[in-house]
C-alpha cells in the first residue's frame, strides 16, 4: 500500500513546526516515529495535505532532571528511554513499561511524545503518565499549556490537543528512593498492543503510605484507580488489602468489547493484574 500525496516539511525549530500546522489549518499532521502514523497513511486511514516532520528539531529530544522532576523532550526515541541511566533511577515504573512497547525496532523509532499524542487506550505511556501523575506541556499559536493526563486523553486516539498544536514535553515526578515499582500486562504474543495493563507504585514517606496505580487497556483511556489505592493506603500493604484493592480496580474500569477480548475478561483481567503489580511493587520497595 501507498499513502496518498502530501507536502512534506522538515522545520528546524519548534515555533516553526508550529507555523506550519497553523498554516495548513489543521490539515497537516506531526511526524514522530512513524510507527502509528505511517501505517495509517498506507492503509489511507489518514490523508492529511501535509507531514511536518519533527526529527530534525534538536530542541525536542532528550531526557533532563530537573527540581525533582524528570523532563522528557517529546522525539525522545522510546529507546533511549529504556536505557537512560535518569529515568533508571529516577523512574523505573517508565523504564519497565517501555519494555513493554512493542518490539526493538518500533522502540528505535517510535518516540515518548508520539505515543501519548497517538493516545491508544491500550498503550503504557499514558498509564505512567496518569500513574504518576505527570503533565505533558503543548505548543501552539496561542503558547504553552501544561496539561494532566485527565486533561488531555478525551477518548480513543483522542486528545485535547489542537490540530496546530505540539506535544513538545513530557514531565514526570521523580520517584522517591526506595520507591516500588511495577508494570504488569497480558498480550496475546509478545510485543502486541496489552489487552490490559496496570502501572503501579507506592512509597512511604513519613511513615504514610502512598500508592498509584493507572490501567491501560480497560476502556477508551488510561484510568488512575484511585478507590483501589486508597485501600491500601488506609489499610496497609497486607494481603487481604491488596486483594481487596485489585476487586476494586476491577469496578472502576468500563472497558469496552472489541475483537480483541470482551469487557468482562478485560475487567478480570483488570483484577489479577492489579493483584500481580501491588505485589511486586510492595515487595520491591525499600
Ligand atoms: C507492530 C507494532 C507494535 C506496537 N506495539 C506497541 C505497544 O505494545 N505499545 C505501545 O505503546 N505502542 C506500540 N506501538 C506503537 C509505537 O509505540 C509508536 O511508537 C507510537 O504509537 C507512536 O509513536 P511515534 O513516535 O512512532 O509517532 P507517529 O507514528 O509519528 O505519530 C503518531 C500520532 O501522533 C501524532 N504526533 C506525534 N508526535 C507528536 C507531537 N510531538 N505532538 C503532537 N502530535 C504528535 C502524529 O501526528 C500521529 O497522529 C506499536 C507499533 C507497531 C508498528
Not at 529515568?87 to 511524545?113: C, D, F, K, M, Q
Not at 487497556?217 to 497486607?238: C, H, K, M, S, T
Request: glycine share 10%; hydrophobic share 45%.
Amino acid at each position: 500500500m501507498k499513502p496518498p500525496k502530501f507536502d512534506y516539511h522538515a522545520p528546524r525549530s519548534i515555533d516553526e513546526a508550529v507555523a506550519l500546522l497553523a498554516r495548513y489549518g489543521g490539515d497537516a499532521k506531526p511526524l514522530a516515529g512513524g510507527q502509528s502514523l505511517v501505517p495509517l497513511l498506507n492503509f489511507r486511514l489518514a490523508r492529511p495535505a501535509a507531514l511536518v516532520d519533527l526529527n530534525r528539531i534538536p530542541a525536542l529530544a532528550g531526557i533532563r532532571e530537573v527540581d525533582g522532576r524528570v523532563a522528557l523532550g517529546a522525539m525522545t526515541r522510546q529507546r533511549a528511554v529504556e536505557f537512560s541511566p535518569v529515568v533508571a533511577r529516577r523512574l523505573p515504573l517508565l523504564a519497565e513499561a517501555t519494555r513493554w512497547v512493542g518490539h526493538l525496532p518500533i522502540r528505535s523509532r517510535g518516540t515518548i511524545g508520539g505515543s501519548i499524542a497517538h493516545a491508544d487506550p491500550s498503550a503504557e505511556y499514558p498509564a505512567v503518565l496518569t500513574a504518576l501523575e505527570g503533565t505533558v506541556v503543548a505548543r501552539g499559536p496561542k503558547g504553552e499549556r501544561v496539561l494532566t493526563s485527565a486533561e488531555l486523553f478525551e477518548t480513543y486516539l483522542t486528545t485535547t490537543l489542537g490540530p496546530d498544536e505540539l506535544l513538545t514535553e513530557v514531565r514526570l515526578p521523580a520517584m522517591p528512593p526506595g520507591a516500588g515499582w511495577a508494570f504488569e500486562e497480558f498480550a496475546r504474543r509478545h510485543g502486541d498492543f496489552a489487552i490490559v495493563g496496570i502501572a503501579a507504585a507506592c512509597w512511604r514517606e513519613g511513615g504514610r503510605l502512598t500508592v498509584r496505580l493507572a490501567s491501560a487497556g480497560a476502556g477508551p483511556v488510561p484510568v488512575r484507580l484511585r478507590g483501589a489505592e486508597e485501600i491500601v493506603e488506609r489499610d496497609g500493604p497486607g494481603d487481604a488489602a491488596v486483594t481487596a484493592a485489585a476487586a476494586r480496580a476491577a469496578e472502576l474500569v468500563q472497558p469496552d468489547s472489541d475483537i480483541h477480548a470482551s469487557a468482562d475478561y478485560r475487567r478480570n483481567l483488570t483484577r489479577v493484574l492489579t493483584g500481580r503489580a501491588l505485589r511486586k511493587a510492595i515487595g520491591r520497595a525499600a
